[in-house]
């Protein structure tokens, strides 16, 4: 079986296992967030950064909710990263956006953060702000969710199919989880314009 094959394979499996439910509490609370008019910070490092920026774009274009990244500003996060620390990054810069009961914090990420492990550190220390101050938690995250998991208030969890290829397929299901929940009737405002030239 030729590699392409096997990941498309793999692919279909990830699909008919994905966690509906937990994609339908996901938009519920993206819907309650713009309806009390809060925020909504989307958190990634790596790839998932890249995806967060993308997926900042959807919601605000398409659903009309106020959405931010930190990673969006690499002078900021680079300056912060130098002067203060990589686990911190995120943390201050959500206290500087002052993170309220009202907002959500959404981490996009492939462990989901594990102190133990000083994984993704930075997440794990900005979720304990978004507890701290009562903000909304989600995640699109992979394995077992990590720490986002286990203090999120939905987190749709990205199934492991194959061991050896995690980190590509959950970086992928971020993108198709996000884009079904700025599609979501529950969520989606605007028509995306190719559909809207029809």
Known sequence: MSHARKFCDEAIQILKQLDTE?????????????????????????GSAANASHAVNDFRKLCGIETYAPTDNVSELTARVNDDGWETTFERWLEVSRLSAADMVLVLSVGGGNLEKNVSPN???????????GAKVGGIVGRDGGYTAQVADACVIVPTVNPEAITPHTEAFQAVV???????????????????TR
């Open 22 to 46: 937990a994609i339908e509490r996901l938009a519920s609370e993206l819907g309650s967030l713009r309806g009390r008019g809060g925020r909504l910070f989307i958190l990634g490092v790596g």
């Open 123 to 133: 997440l794990v220390r900005a979720l304990g702000l978004a507890k701290k101050v």
């Open 178 to 196: 996000w884009h079904l929940l700025v599609s979501h009737p529950t969520l989606q405002k605007a028509a995306t314009k190719w559909e809207s």
